[in-house]
């Protein structure tokens, strides 16, 4: 077979090489890695008992296998050329560059050259040419041999262990009929299968859904005509578009024998209506067009136009197909964590078996691990902040990680990629040891540019409503605040249909989903018809009905152990009873009027749809927290600011927060002084609420969600409140405030410049974990040009001692556990038996396992409240973090301890928010009269 060896990268071409060496020389072969390897992919010492039937057994002595892959292969003359250049060169290093020059490497006996490039065979030809200049070439050579491309494939037909290893870059034109001929066993027989599935999932994918950010008349708009690539910024602070980041890994050879320090796992943050999934279903797109855009025979209509239209997208947005054919898995981890519900022991293989299965496919798991084991594919594992419940998310991380130390120790070639919020998360993928990309709000003008992107996808055959929406885009776009809530694919989306349908713009992002909500309704009404006329006069019955269906799912999620929460179909109709009856309808009427208003809901807002059988949910999440919002902020303010009290802690239960005191900010303008002051109760009505922040760390995500932007002096109270996150222990929390200090004190408004200057100067000064906090938020800023660069300058002046950075010591020094580091500040904290016992239980659970160092310089304690979490917090520690005794005696500990203790600390810190945030609240008291008959319907 004459085989696709172009699409090899350079160093996936010096990897096939060095393992047809091996399997051409025997063991004597050592092969390098990247980097300076002196011009050697492998060297061998050639000897009668080390080579087998092949051609080399005359050689003796040390030889080079030397690889040269040509990226864009010309005419077998130009090959020829090129290749003696490079031989040349290459054979000239072992010439001594005069008499006196000892540094010139010892030159080898023997030489193979391999290369990528066609030759001609023809006496006079490339192959004589490339011959004659090893052979006269004055380093000497005894024996020497031509890989040319030709001779590869039959090297590669010869070895089927290293034609099964790259199958995925080499197999040449309609990949998936050839399997048979490149793959042996029941891999071979899976192409079919596989053929059908890329297919139907290229046609099915293309219609974008909601949640994929298209809010109406979703069948006219198509994944690859709205299609972007996402800006993320990695951990250590770089910038990259993240499809493109993940295609250009994912074309390595990612093997545990042929990676090398290439990351195969990888982890996509992102808030909601981000783009995290879309993020996956581009990728997936891509690796399918991969394997199916060469098909020798056309497929379908649907189809063939679904290839044609990915492929244009990809060009334009200037990326190119995968070179390496992955088969792209999607596990939506919901729908995974339900499953194994069901089933324990049920394996990842064994689900995506099920997959095909579902899909008429007669395949077996068994054939399915044999495939997985020996060609490339890709596993996108999708929203694991959609499994909230404790037990759920541990069984689907341990599924997820037995799969993974398999692949790595059978040397799979695999790509995994994670997409989940960021609250919450606490690299519960360590077996991956993942890359953390996460995403960035879309700038002014990617938003502007998205936005653009779907109108002309709309309304690509109504060139005058194209026309006329894009005017009114370009007139929002100069209003300040509308570019603020275009940072995420969703919002742009809600947006573009704000516009279209209301011409106008809201202020909020609560507004943005309301008016949403409230553009839908008045559309859906304005139809002819008795269902409208249903809309138009029981709105305050719909509206209920759906805020407690908000509510109820998001409760029943978190709480229930089934990750994708629904309800069944007839609790709609049975909630529109329930409501008419207390508002005392007639009740002959009642069960009519229900049926109606249930018919009008599904058929006509279609907010909820189909999920899993007859079974009920949203279509997006964030307007099921939305309703949830609504739910949550309906009746006196007193029971709503004490079920808020409840939730804001809570990473789950995060966005619905918000947007519940966006709600309360915007419709109770009356009470804004008091809603302020609620939060910042938060910081001090209870030990741990203090200790952690619970006030300035909700007061930091309602600055960054633009919450009382129309208002400077609510701005500045927040902001105040905010800042006195600097006086605790720093958090992660504390790189998000650094953002928003950045902007305030670089912004126009003095007054709120000095909130930020007095709170870092006064702190700075102050010594301890306050002038650690500080340090925390300018840690960034020392670089820059603005104002904020000046400020970081001048606390971090060496001459003022005390506050600068100590950055001569990088990561060394002695590491111990935080144990050890914690036992003098234990040992003065005079712990009674009873506290004593249940520290050393902490100990044993937690703390011996969290290594730090001994004495950390306060460069090393901002790295570790930043840094990943690199220890799993285990069952029996976060039981213990939950226990109020052990919150109190934690806190005693870290408010007692020195600054040299600090990166312990910090860490035991970060151990409690984590516990403390992943606690179910759902069901707290205050929340008892909110969704509660959602509670008794479903759960019974």
């Given at each position: 077979?004459?085989?696709?060896?172009?699409?090899?990268?350079?160093?996936?071409?010096?990897?096939?090489?060095?393992?047809?060496?091996?399997?051409?020389?025997?063991?004597?072969?050592?092969?390098?890695?990247?980097?300076?390897?002196?011009?050697?992919?492998?060297?061998?010492?050639?000897?009668?008992?080390?080579?087998?039937?092949?051609?080399?057994?005359?050689?003796?002595?040390?030889?080079?296998?030397?690889?040269?892959?040509?990226?864009?292969?010309?005419?077998?003359?130009?090959?020829?050329?090129?290749?003696?250049?490079?031989?040349?060169?290459?054979?000239?290093?072992?010439?001594?560059?005069?008499?006196?020059?000892?540094?010139?490497?010892?030159?080898?006996?023997?030489?193979?050259?391999?290369?990528?490039?066609?030759?001609?065979?023809?006496?006079?030809?490339?192959?004589?040419?490339?011959?004659?200049?090893?052979?006269?070439?004055?380093?000497?050579?005894?024996?020497?041999?031509?890989?040319?491309?030709?001779?590869?494939?039959?090297?590669?037909?010869?070895?089927?262990?290293?034609?099964?290893?790259?199958?995925?870059?080499?197999?040449?034109?309609?990949?998936?009929?050839?399997?048979?001929?490149?793959?042996?066993?029941?891999?071979?027989?899976?192409?079919?299968?596989?053929?059908?599935?890329?297919?139907?999932q290229l046609s099915a994918k293309e219609a974008l859904k909601l949640?994929?950010?298209?809010?109406?008349?979703?069948?006219?708009?198509?994944?690859?005509?709205?299609?972007?690539?996402?800006?993320?910024?990695?951990?250590?602070?770089?910038?990259?578009?993240?499809?493109?980041?993940?295609?250009?890994?994912?074309?390595?050879?990612?093997?545990?024998?042929?990676?090398?320090?290439?990351?195969?796992?990888?982890?996509?943050?992102?808030?909601?209506?981000?783009?995290?999934?879309?993020?996956?279903?581009?990728?997936?797109?891509?690796?399918?067009?991969?394997?199916?855009?060469?098909?020798?025979?056309?497929?379908?209509?649907?189809?063939?136009?679904?290839?044609?239209?990915?492929?244009?997208?990809?060009?334009?947005?200037?990326?190119?197909?995968?070179?390496?054919?992955?088969?792209?898995?999607?596990?939506?981890?919901?729908?995974?964590?339900?499953?194994?519900?069901?089933?324990?022991?049920?394996?990842?293989?064994?689900?995506?078996?099920?997959?095909?299965?579902?899909?008429?496919?007669?395949?077996?798991?068994?054939?399915?691990?044999?495939?997985?084991?020996?060609?490339?594919?890709?596993?996108?594992?999708?929203?694991?902040?959609?499994?909230?419940?404790?037990?759920?998310?541990?069984?689907?991380?341990?599924?997820?990680?037995?799969?993974?130390?398999?692949?790595?120790?059978?040397?799979?070639?695999?790509?995994?990629?994670?997409?989940?919020?960021?609250?919450?998360?606490?690299?519960?993928?360590?077996?991956?040891?993942?890359?953390?990309?996460?995403?960035?709000?879309?700038?002014?003008?990617?938003?502007?540019?998205?936005?653009?992107?779907?109108?002309?996808?709309?309304?690509?055959?109504?060139?005058?409503?194209?026309?006329?929406?894009?005017?009114?885009?370009?007139?929002?776009?100069?209003?300040?605040?509308?570019?603020?809530?275009?940072?995420?694919?969703?919002?742009?989306?809600?947006?573009?249909?704000?516009?279209?349908?209301?011409?106008?713009?809201?202020?909020?992002?609560?507004?943005?989903?309301?008016?949403?909500?409230?553009?839908?309704?008045?559309?859906?009404?304005?139809?002819?018809?008795?269902?409208?006329?249903?809309?138009?006069?029981?709105?305050?019955?719909?509206?209920?009905?759906?805020?407690?269906?908000?509510?109820?799912?998001?409760?029943?999620?978190?709480?229930?152990?089934?990750?994708?929460?629904?309800?069944?179909?007839?609790?709609?109709?049975?909630?529109?009873?329930?409501?008419?009856?207390?508002?005392?309808?007639?009740?002959?009427?009642?069960?009519?009027?229900?049926?109606?208003?249930?018919?009008?809901?599904?058929?006509?807002?279609?907010?909820?749809?189909?999920?899993?059988?007859?079974?009920?949910?949203?279509?997006?999440?964030?307007?099921?927290?939305?309703?949830?919002?609504?739910?949550?902020?309906?009746?006196?303010?007193?029971?709503?600011?004490?079920?808020?009290?409840?939730?804001?802690?809570?990473?789950?239960?995060?966005?619905?927060?918000?947007?519940?005191?966006?709600?309360?900010?915007?419709?109770?303008?009356?009470?804004?002084?008091?809603?302020?002051?609620?939060?910042?109760?938060?910081?001090?009505?209870?030990?741990?609420?203090?200790?952690?922040?619970?006030?300035?760390?909700?007061?930091?995500?309602?600055?960054?969600?633009?919450?009382?932007?129309?208002?400077?002096?609510?701005?500045?109270?927040?902001?105040?409140?905010?800042?006195?996150?600097?006086?605790?222990?720093?958090?992660?929390?504390?790189?998000?405030?650094?953002?928003?200090?950045?902007?305030?004190?670089?912004?126009?408004?003095?007054?709120?410049?000095?909130?930020?200057?007095?709170?870092?100067?006064?702190?700075?000064?102050?010594?301890?974990?306050?002038?650690?906090?500080?340090?925390?938020?300018?840690?960034?800023?020392?670089?820059?040009?603005?104002?904020?660069?000046?400020?970081?300058?001048?606390?971090?002046?060496?001459?003022?001692?005390?506050?600068?950075?100590?950055?001569?010591?990088?990561?060394?020094?002695?590491?111990?556990?935080?144990?050890?580091?914690?036992?003098?500040?234990?040992?003065?904290?005079?712990?009674?038996?009873?506290?004593?016992?249940?520290?050393?239980?902490?100990?044993?659970?937690?703390?011996?396992?969290?290594?730090?160092?001994?004495?950390?310089?306060?460069?090393?304690?901002?790295?570790?409240?930043?840094?990943?979490?690199?220890?799993?917090?285990?069952?029996?520690a976060r039981r213990l973090l939950q226990s109020r005794e052990v919150?109190?005696?934690?806190?005693?500990?870290?408010?007692?301890?020195?600054?040299?203790?600090?990166?312990?600390?910090?860490?035991?810190?970060?151990?409690?928010?984590?516990?403390?945030?992943?606690?179910?609240?759902?069901?707290?008291?205050?929340?008892?009269?909110?969704?509660?008959?959602?509670?008794?319907?479903?759960?019974?």
């Amino acid at each position: 077979m004459d085989y696709d060896l172009d699409r090899l990268g350079a160093m996936e071409f010096e990897h096939m090489v060095q393992a047809l060496a091996i399997a051409e020389l025997g063991i004597s072969v050592s092969t390098f890695g990247a980097g300076a390897d002196g011009g050697r992919e492998a060297t061998f010492d050639a000897g009668p008992s080390n080579h087998g039937a092949n051609d080399f057994g005359s050689w003796r002595g040390y030889g080079i296998v030397q690889a040269k892959s040509m990226r864009f292969p010309r005419e077998p003359a130009a090959n020829a050329t090129a290749l003696v250049a490079a031989i040349e060169q290459e054979l000239n290093r072992f010439l001594p560059r005069d008499v006196k020059d000892a540094e010139a490497p010892a030159p080898p006996r023997n030489y193979i050259i391999a290369t990528n490039a066609r030759l001609s065979a023809t006496p006079g030809g490339g192959i004589d040419r490339v011959s004659d200049t090893l052979r006269l070439h004055a380093v000497g050579l005894a024996g020497y041999a031509i890989w040319h491309y030709e001779h590869l494939c039959r090297l590669l037909d010869k070895h089927v262990g290293v034609r099964k290893a790259f199958a995925g870059f080499v197999t040449p034109g309609d990949v998936l009929t050839q399997l048979a001929e490149v793959l042996d066993g029941s891999a071979s027989r899976v192409g079919s299968v596989l053929k059908i599935h890329a297919a139907s999932q290229l046609s099915a994918k293309e219609a974008l859904k909601l949640e994929t950010g298209e809010i109406s008349e979703a069948n006219k708009v198509r994944l690859s005509e709205v299609a972007i690539d996402l800006p993320a910024v990695t951990t250590s602070g770089n910038d990259l578009m993240v499809v493109d980041y993940l295609l250009k890994a994912g074309d390595k050879s990612l093997r545990n024998s042929h990676r090398g320090e290439a990351p195969y796992g990888f982890v996509v943050l992102g808030g909601p209506g981000q783009g995290k999934s879309t993020v996956g279903q581009i990728l997936a797109q891509s690796y399918r067009i991969g394997l199916l855009e060469n098909s020798t025979s056309p497929l379908t209509p649907q189809v063939d136009a679904a290839i044609r239209a990915t492929k244009e997208c990809l060009a334009e947005l200037q990326l190119d197909v995968p070179r390496n054919r992955r088969w792209p898995v999607v596990v939506e981890l919901a729908a995974f964590a339900d499953a194994l519900a069901e089933n324990s022991l049920l394996t990842v293989v064994e689900y995506i078996a099920t997959q095909l299965r579902s899909q008429g496919a007669a395949v077996q798991a068994g054939a399915v691990s044999s495939w997985l084991s020996t060609w490339p594919w890709l596993l996108v594992l999708d929203g694991l902040d959609e499994v909230p419940a404790r037990t759920s998310r541990d069984a689907v991380i341990a599924a997820l990680n037995d799969l993974i130390i398999e692949s790595r120790l059978d040397n799979w070639d695999v790509m995994v990629v994670c997409t989940t919020r960021p609250q919450g998360y606490s690299d519960e993928f360590s077996e991956l040891n993942a890359r953390q990309l996460e995403l960035r709000y879309l700038s002014s003008a990617e938003g502007a540019a998205y936005g653009r992107r779907i109108i002309r996808a709309k309304y690509r055959d109504d060139p005058e409503t194209a026309r006329k929406v894009l005017r009114d885009l370009e007139a929002a776009l100069q209003q300040p605040h509308t570019t603020r809530l275009m940072r995420t694919p969703l919002q742009v989306s809600i947006m573009e249909f704000l516009l279209e349908e209301l011409a106008s713009v809201p202020d909020t992002r609560h507004e943005l989903f309301d008016g949403y909500y409230r553009a839908i309704y008045a559309r859906e009404s304005r139809k002819a018809g008795w269902l409208g006329q249903l809309l138009r006069t029981h709105s305050e019955q719909v509206d209920w009905v759906h805020e407690q269906i908000g509510f109820g799912l998001q409760r029943n999620a978190e709480l229930s152990g089934e990750a994708e929460a629904s309800l069944p179909d007839d609790a709609v109709v049975d909630l529109f009873r329930k409501r008419l009856s207390e508002q005392e309808f007639d009740q002959k009427d009642i069960d009519r009027l229900s049926a109606d208003l249930d018919r009008a809901v599904k058929q006509r807002l279609v907010l909820l749809v189909a999920r899993r059988g007859s079974n009920l949910s949203f279509e997006v999440r964030s307007l099921q927290e939305y309703m949830a919002a609504r739910a949550i902020t309906t009746g006196p303010a007193a029971r709503v600011y004490e079920r808020l009290a409840r939730l804001a802690p809570s990473a789950y239960w995060r966005n619905t927060c918000l947007l519940a005191y966006g709600r309360l900010y915007t419709t109770r303008e009356f009470e804004r002084d008091a809603l302020l002051e609620r939060i910042r109760r938060l910081d001090n009505d209870s030990t741990v609420g203090s200790f952690v922040g619970y006030g300035s760390r909700l007061a930091i995500d309602l600055l960054d969600d633009d919450f009382g932007i129309a208002v400077p002096a609510h701005r500045r109270s927040l902001l105040t409140l905010a800042m006195s996150q600097i006086g605790r222990w720093p958090g992660p929390e504390l790189k998000r405030l650094s953002g928003i200090a950045r902007s305030a004190i670089n912004g126009r408004d003095e007054r709120t410049a000095e909130i930020v200057r007095d709170n870092l100067y006064n702190a700075s000064h102050s010594g301890g974990r306050d002038r650690l906090g500080a340090l925390a938020v300018v840690h960034d800023w020392e670089r820059e040009s603005k104002i904020s660069g000046q400020v970081a300058k001048k606390l971090l002046d060496p001459f003022q001692t005390g506050t600068r950075l100590d950055r001569r010591r990088d990561a060394s020094g002695p590491v111990v556990s935080a144990s050890r580091v914690l036992q003098s500040t234990v040992r003065a904290a005079r712990f009674s038996p009873e506290e004593a016992l249940q520290w050393s239980a902490l100990e044993e659970a937690l703390l011996d396992d969290i290594t730090t160092f001994a004495s950390a310089t306060d460069s090393e304690s901002i790295q570790a409240s930043r840094r990943d979490l690199d220890w799993i917090i285990s069952d029996a520690a976060r039981r213990l973090l939950q226990s109020r005794e052990v919150q109190d005696l934690v806190i005693r500990v870290c408010n007692q301890s020195r600054g040299n203790q600090a990166a312990a600390v910090i860490l035991l810190r970060r151990a409690l928010v984590t516990v403390d945030e992943l606690v179910p609240r759902g069901l707290d008291e205050d929340l008892a009269d909110v969704g509660q008959e959602i509670a008794r319907g479903w759960n019974s």
